[in-house]
């Protein structure tokens, strides 16, 4: 194990790595659950989405029972009406279609 191992194995012990802006797009109404999930637990919206990738990474699970009821409430209040079914048949609407959708109310 080298020296770098060793220091993250440590509990409670700082792990100093270097963050990067990403660009990423995401669904409107997970985002919106996310970021009041993120106030929800009084933590950035960048260390919820870090501590569910590395929970996930090892087949765990991120969240306590708690946490996901408040889920499930997070999830009603912004109508995100799907679950992990979903994942990888999302389809976005392009901006032109959503513009004809709109013009059709």
Same mark, same amino acid.
């Given at each position: 194990?080298?020296?770098?191992?060793?220091?993250?194995?440590?509990?409670?012990?700082?792990?100093?790595?270097?963050?990067?802006?990403?660009?990423?797009?995401?669904?409107?109404?997970?985002?919106? +659950?996310?970021?009041?999930?993120? !106030?929800?637990?009084?933590?950035?919206?960048?260390?919820?989405?870090?501590?569910?990738?590395? =929970?996930?990474?090892?087949?765990?699970? @991120?969240?306590?029972?708690?946490?996901?009821?408040?889920?499930?409430?997070?999830?009603? +209040?912004?109508?995100?009406?799907?679950?992990?079914?979903?994942? =990888?048949?999302?389809? !976005?609407?392009? @901006?032109?279609?959503?513009?004809?959708? =709109?013009?059709?109310?």
């Amino acid at each position: 194990m080298s020296k770098s191992d060793e220091a993250m194995k440590g509990p409670g012990k700082d792990l100093v790595v270097e963050r990067v802006q990403t660009g990423v797009r995401m669904e409107k109404r997970m985002v919106k +659950v996310l970021k009041a999930l993120a !106030e929800y637990l009084d933590i950035s919206l960048g260390d919820l989405l870090e501590g569910i990738v590395l =929970h996930a990474f090892e087949s765990k699970s @991120p969240f306590s029972a708690q946490t996901l009821q408040q889920i499930a409430r997070l999830k009603e +209040v912004y109508g995100m009406d799907y679950g992990a079914e979903a994942s =990888h048949n999302l389809t !976005e609407i392009l @901006p032109q279609q959503k513009k004809e959708n =709109h013009d059709a109310i």
